[in-house]
Each structure stands twice: as structure tokens, then as C-alpha cells.
């Protein structure tokens, strides 16, 4: 499996910016997708989740009302549409494929592939 990131930049605080993920080697639509993010010397956390249907999201609080993630089966496609961007979320954000033998959606040793990683950077 093959998970390519893309979509980060620097945005002020306040602005948009939507993440996308691509992938390839499986197929896509069976597995539930994350996005965790990793902040400079800080534990990678999770952002937020979408079932295998795309019918169930899950989000960490510090994002909710501010973050969207959705999925395009057709595209093999994960997103991550972030509204109204704070200095806190700064990091570089990660997609990730869930494995289908757990059924926590909030921890990272849930997934079992991971993106390269693609950078945000909200300046104040």
C-alpha cells in the first residue's frame, strides 16, 4: 500500500487549506482512513477518522467544528478540509490506513500504513 499526502503550505491564521491523500496497492475502499498530525517535539496525534463507508467520522476535539474529512472512492481519495486555521496546528499531517482487526479509531498503532507526511504552517 502506497499513501501519498499532499495539500500542506503556509496559510495565516484564519485560512484554508485542504489536505489530500491518494491511494494505491489495495483496495481503498474497504479500509477506514485517518489523519494525525505531529507538531515539533511532540507525540503524533490524532486529527481525525473516517469509516470504510465514509458514513462514520471521528474527530479530536481540538479540531471539531473546524476540520471535514471526507473520502472519494472513485478518486482512492482521502481529504481533510480545515477551516479557520490556528498557530496550534502547525505540524506535519500524516494519512493513514486503519487496520481492519481494531476498532479504536483514535490511536495510531490502529493503522498500519502511513503517508510521507505533508507540512502545515499557520503564521499568527
Known amino acids: 500500500v502506497q499513501l501519498q499526502a499532499s495539500g500542506g503550505g503556509l496559510v495565516q491564521a484564519g485560512g484554508s487549506l485542504r489536505l489530500s491523500c491518494a491511494a494505491s496497492?489495495?483496495?481503498?475502499?474497504?479500509?477506514?482512513m485517518g489523519w494525525f498530525r505531529q507538531a515539533p517535539g511532540k507525540e503524533r496525534e490524532f486529527v481525525a477518522a473516517?469509516?470504510?463507508?465514509?458514513?462514520?467520522?471521528y474527530y479530536a476535539d481540538s479540531v471539531k467544528g473546524r476540520f471535514t474529512i471526507s473520502r472519494d472512492s472513485a478518486k482512492n481519495t482521502v481529504y481533510l478540509h480545515m477551516n479557520n486555521l490556528k498557530p496550534d496546528d502547525t505540524a506535519v499531517y500524516y494519512c493513514a490506513l486503519k487496520s481492519r482487526t481494531s476498532d479504536n479509531y483514535y490511536s495510531k498503532t490502529a493503522y498500519n500504513y502511513w503517508g510521507q507526511g505533508t507540512l502545515v504552517t499557520v503564521s499568527s
Open positions: 473516517i469509516s470504510w463507508s465514509g458514513d462514520v467520522t
Open positions: 496497492g489495495r483496495t481503498f475502499s474497504n479500509y477506514a
